[in-house]
């Protein structure tokens, strides 16, 4: 009997956003680049952290402007805790300083209204990252 070599488990994305819309959007558009990726998803800071501390968590895309903790600092949080995840923040409110805050964290800055060829761009740059964390 030959061994299969194991599957790679398989990759956890976390999207965060206040608006149940904007989850829906990115969640279909994950949903559609990569169906056998593991999705989860929080309304806010609170809840991503809540996510984060009781499951595996590989990619995270986060809203900027959200009630209570904002995504940069959501973004200042998960970094501390997993120095290699690659993070993207979203948001529609594209200043200059934003995009610099996000740049400060390690983190992508993505525009809203997110597209497909964007998030695309982005986890093609995560899967490269977390393939190269992996390797030993």
């Known amino acids: 009997m030959s ?16 608006s149940k819309l904007a989850r829906a959007v990115a969640l279909r558009l994950l949903r559609q680049l990569k169906p056998d990726w593991t999705l989860r998803e929080a309304a ?14 590989d990619i995270a895309l986060l809203d900027f402007n959200m ?20 993070i993207a923040v979203i948001s529609a409110n594209i200043q200059d300083e934003v995009i610099a805050r996000a740049r400060q964290l390690d983190a992508t800055f993505m525009a809203k209204p997110l597209t497909g060829d964007a998030l695309a761009g982005f986890l093609s740059g995560a899967s490269l990252r977390l393939r190269r964390s992996a390797a030993p």
């Open 44 to 57: 806010n800071a609170d809840a991503a952290l809540a996510v984060v501390a009781s499951e595996p968590v």
């Open 3 to 18: 061994q299969t070599p194991t599957a790679p488990a398989p990759i956890t994305v976390l999207v965060v956003d206040d």
């Open 67 to 86: 009630p209570g903790k904002d995504g940069l600092a959501l973004a200042e949080e998960l970094r501390a805790g997993k120095p290699g995840m690659p």
